[in-house]
């Protein structure tokens, strides 16, 4: 039987892309013969979980895994409260802030809304807007960056979202906390922003939308424990929003979208600020010794205030992207995301981001 399930799909589904993480490391080592592949394509931390994260996980294992976890995660919420001051009600956790994302489409976006983002940003906010059959509508970049004036002349009557990634993926371009809260002032009251800080920790001054959740009901800050926290194979992340946003989200959320390794480990990763401060000073030294490198072999790269950065390699991104594979080094390339010459890298180790460089050169050479 052969059916055509293409035209059966939600129309919004129908012109989605699926987002491609790429091959598990073991299947390209088997493909390409090589044994010691550096991965430094999906902004995770080198260092790995700290400490305290690892052995609460091990704990919440030898705990028993015929548990349902906690389905309000009352534990890792009640610590996230106390970090940022704000009560248990404005938080709702998620299965990594990609979940968090689509629980704010699902709960905000219908056919007839649009939900407002800038050229460069996050893969994920087309998806979970279009997958609704709500109107992705993508203002230009200014220097690779949000240009924030055109975000807020895009808002109609039917924008029922607005993205910003600070610091964003794939750019690494920043916002400043006065321009942005300037923003949030001014956006009419019926558009949620959604400040997505999931690089906010390598942002080092400490600025952070967060601070400002009291201050605005449309303002809903994520989070995530994928990155600098380095927890992104547990999935978690979480809003902070108003209580009534919070409340929507939680409606829509599946039961238990946490598990419970998940839970044990995010909440003993937010004591562990030595892990944090030890990630965050080893990506500022990597980062540093990367550019020094982009110079000496005359590209540009745009500055970052992530864990990663995109380079231009000032031609096509693809084969390079192939060619570093073959040489058993992975980044990303970045043309999905309207960036064909730039491949964007992770801040790996030193020995991992010597390997990037010495392996760029050869391909560039070639
Ligand atoms: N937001 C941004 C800007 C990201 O780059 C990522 C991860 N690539 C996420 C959100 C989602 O991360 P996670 O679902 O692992 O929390």
Redesign the pocket.
């Known amino acids: 039987m052969s059916c055509d399930f293409l035209a059966l799909a939600a129309p919004g589904v129908r012109g989605l892309h699926p987002y491609q993480p790429g091959k598990p490391i073991e299947e390209l080592e088997r493909e390409l013969g090589i044994r010691d592949i550096v991965k430094l394509a999906?902004?995770e931390n080198p260092l790995g979980a700290g400490p305290l994260a690892r052995e609460a996980a091990s704990r919440a294992l030898a705990a028993g895994l015929q548990w349902y976890p906690d389905g309000n995660g009352f534990t890792l919420k009640q610590k996230i409260a106390a970090r940022h001051g704000l009560e248990m009600d404005r938080i709702t956790l998620?299965?990594?802030?990609?979940?968090v994302?689509e629980l704010l489409a699902r709960a905000f976006l219908t056919p007839e809304h649009e939900s407002v983002f800038s050229a460069h940003a996050?893969a994920?906010y087309p998806i979970v807007t279009q997958a609704i059959g709500a109107r992705a509508v993508v203002t230009p970049a200014l220097d690779w960056g949000h240009d924030l004036e055109a975000m807020a002349a895009a808002i109609t009557p039917a924008t029922r979202l607005v993205f910003i990634?600070n610091p964003?993926?794939?750019t690494g371009t920043w916002l400043g906390a006065d321009a942005l809260e300037r923003f949030v002032a001014g956006v009419p009251e019926q558009v949620i922003v959604v400040v997505?800080e999931?690089?906010t920790e390598y942002l080092e001054g400490g600025e952070s939308a967060a601070d400002w959740v009291g201050r605005y009901p449309n303002l809903v800050v994520?989070r995530?424990?994928?990155?600098a926290y380095g927890l992104?194979g547990l999935?978690?992340?979480y809003a902070l929003s108003h209580p009534k946003v919070a409340d929507l989200l939680n409606r829509v959320r599946q039961p238990f979208n946490v598990n419970s390794v998940a839970l044990a480990a995010a909440a003993a990763a937010l004591d562990d600020r030595e892990h944090i401060a030890r990630s965050v000073a080893l990506n500022r030294d990597g980062m540093a010794w990367l550019e020094g490198e982009f110079r000496r072999l005359g590209l540009a790269w745009i500055p970052s205030k992530g864990n990663f950065i995109s380079v231009d390699t000032d031609r096509p991104a693809g084969p390079l992207f192939e060619a570093l594979l073959r040489e058993g080094v992975i980044v990303r390339p970045v043309g999905g995301y309207g960036m064909p010459n730039h491949l964007r890298v992770t801040i790996g180790l030193p020995e991992e981001n010597r390997r990037f460089i010495r392996a760029l050169e050869k391909v560039l050479g070639s």
Request: charge should be neutral.
């Open positions: 999906s902004n998620g299965n990594g802030s990609n979940d994302l996050f994920v990634a964003n993926n794939p997505d999931a690089y994520t995530t424990f994928s990155k992104a999935r978690v992340g």
